[in-house]
């Protein structure tokens, strides 16, 4: 089983539809990030949080620490939005180690 | 700019010849890692490094190899004893400290053939 986990692994939506990518760990962390990886491969971080809830944009990430879930929500879903998003949980024990979810491809279709 | 360059964007390599891929960053971060990523699977951690002249392996580190001269500078080299070497490979950075995130360069699609 792997330690983190995301779903859907894959996502079709129309354009305009309100998106929910979920995670879960099974390990104790520090803090969980959300990332976003374009067609080129370059990823950049959307999100780094350890507690309740973070806004950016049309993008919201949550985290419940006791059941090890968080979820990334986009609203009002665009074309560009397209890309893979990765949950990624970085280790209590050790900061350095972070542990990379598979990923979740998202296409929104206009 | 500041920012992490990967050299270059795609390496074709015939089997059995070692590579080395590039990695340099002008944030001024302590720590560098490289990461394997293959289809359907989570970023892989291959070596880390926290300070110049010292690394670490990570979770997969058979058949490469690394190096830390310089703050800015992290090669990956993949070598022949690799078995499945062809693979899409980002290094990253970050300030050390549990409050940083990493960075991430644009990556380099290695093909083996």
């Known amino acids: 089983k792997n330690e983190v986990e995301q779903s859907p692994q894959n996502l079709t939506a129309q354009e305009g539809e309100f998106i929910t990518i979920n995670c879960s760990y099974s390990?104790?962390?520090?803090?969980l990030h959300w990332l976003q990886q374009h067609p080129g491969g370059g990823i950049v971080s959307l999100f780094m949080?350890?507690?309740g809830k973070k806004k950016h944009g049309r993008l919201i990430a949550t985290i419940n620490i006791q059941e090890k879930h968080s979820s990334l929500h986009i609203t009002a879903s665009h074309p560009r939005d397209s890309a893979v998003y990765i949950c990624a949980v970085r280790s209590k024990t050790s900061y350095d180690k972070v542990i990379f979810g598979p990923g979740t491809s998202l296409s929104v279709i206009p | 700019d500041g920012g992490i360059t990967q050299s270059p964007k795609y390496l074709f390599r015939k089997e059995g010849q070692n590579v080395t891929l590039s990695c340099e960053q002008n944030l001024n971060h302590d720590a560098m890692y490289w990461y394997r990523q293959d289809p359907g699977q989570g970023l892989r951690l291959i070596y880390y490094?926290?300070?110049?002249?010292?690394?670490q392996k990570g979770d997969i580190a058979e058949g490469y190899s690394v190096s830390r001269e310089k703050k800015e500078s992290f090669p990956l080299t993949v070598t022949s004893a690799q078995k499945n070497p062809t693979a899409f490979y980002l290094c990253?950075?970050?300030?050390?400290?549990?409050?940083?995130?990493?960075?991430f360069g644009p990556g380099t699609r290695l093909t083996v053939t």
């Open positions: 990253a950075s970050k300030s050390q400290g549990e409050a940083y995130e990493q960075y």
């Open positions: 949080l350890s507690s």
């Open positions: 490094s926290q300070i110049v002249n010292d690394f």
């Open positions: 390990v104790g962390i520090s803090a």
